[in-house]
C-alpha cells in the first residue's frame, strides 16, 4: 500500500515537471451545459472517468455522458518555450540595439559626406524637378502629406547637388 502511494507521489511529481495534462472537451448533455477539463494525469488515465471531476450526470448516465466527451493527452517542455523565448527576445535585443546604434552613428557619418555628393548634368537636373506644383502638394491626407514632404525634398537635394556642381565648375 505504501509502496503504490509512492509510486503515485512520484508520478505526480513528473507529471508537474513535464507539464502533461489530459483535456476532455464534453458538449451539452440533456440539460448539462458543455465543459472543458483538465487534469494533470497519466496517459494511461486520460479518459473521462478519470478526469472530468465532479461528474455533472448521475450515476446511470455517466457512461453516455463520457462517450460524449472527447479526451486528449497533451504534453509540453518547458525547457524548448524558454529557449524559444530566450531566442526570440535576444534577436528582438539585438535589432533594437542595432537601431540605436545606426541612430547615434548615422549623423557622425553624413556629416563628413556632406561635399562627396555625386555629381550630375544638367538634364539630370531637369528630369528632377517636381511635377506638382506648391498647392496641390498641400493635401489633407497622409499620402498628400508625404508626397509634398519627398517633392520639397527632392528640390533641396537638387539645389545642394547644383551648388556643389557649380563650385566644382568654379574650383576648376
Not at 502533461?20 to 477539463?37: A, D, E, L, Q
Not at 535589432?95 to 559626406?113: E, N
Not at 524637378?129 to 497622409?142: E, F
Amino acid at each position: 500500500d505504501s509502496l503504490i502511494k509512492e509510486i503515485k507521489r512520484r508520478d505526480q511529481i513528473y507529471l508537474q515537471y513535464l507539464h502533461v495534462r489530459c483535456k476532455c472537451i464534453c458538449p451539452p448533455y440533456r440539460n448539462i451545459s458543455g465543459n472543458t477539463y483538465n487534469k494533470n494525469v497519466s496517459q494511461k488515465d486520460c479518459n473521462c472517468l478519470h478526469v472530468v471531476e465532479p461528474m455533472p450526470v448521475p450515476g446511470h448516465d455517466v457512461e453516455a455522458y463520457c462517450l460524449l466527451c472527447e479526451c486528449k493527452y497533451e504534453e509540453r517542455s518547458s525547457t524548448t518555450i524558454k529557449i524559444t523565448i530566450i531566442i526570440y527576445l535576444s534577436v528582438v535585443g539585438a535589432l533594437l540595439l542595432y537601431m540605436l546604434f545606426l541612430l547615434l552613428v548615422d549623423p557622425l557619418i553624413r556629416k563628413h559626406d556632406r561635399y562627396t555628393q555625386p555629381l550630375h548634368n544638367e538634364e539630370d537636373s531637369e528630369e528632377m524637378r517636381p511635377q506638382v506644383d506648391g498647392g496641390q502638394a498641400r493635401g489633407n491626407t497622409v499620402l498628400e502629406r508625404v508626397e509634398g514632404a519627398q517633392q520639397r525634398w527632392k528640390k533641396q537635394v537638387q539645389e545642394q547637388r547644383k551648388t556643389v556642381f557649380d563650385r566644382h565648375k568654379m574650383l576648376s
